[in-house]
């Protein structure tokens, strides 16, 4: 699952999710699947958590 706090979506094997820089978001797996996911950063740039 992927959520900003406008809307939530069911993500599946392959699919791509981009975030707008700068908004809320949040992931996770429900609870009988794992998840991974890779975040890509601009040089120059930071990301925050929490």
């Not at 699952?1 to 809307?7: D, G, L, P, S, Y």
């Not at 809320?24 to 797996?29: I, K, N, S, V």
């Amino acid at each position: 699952m992927v959520a900003t706090e406008r809307e939530q979506r069911e993500i599946n094997p392959g699919d791509v999710v981009q975030i707008k820089a700068g908004e809320r978001h949040w992931h996770g797996a429900k609870a009988d699947t794992t998840m991974g996911h890779i975040t890509i950063t601009l040089v120059g740039s930071q990301a925050t958590w929490g």
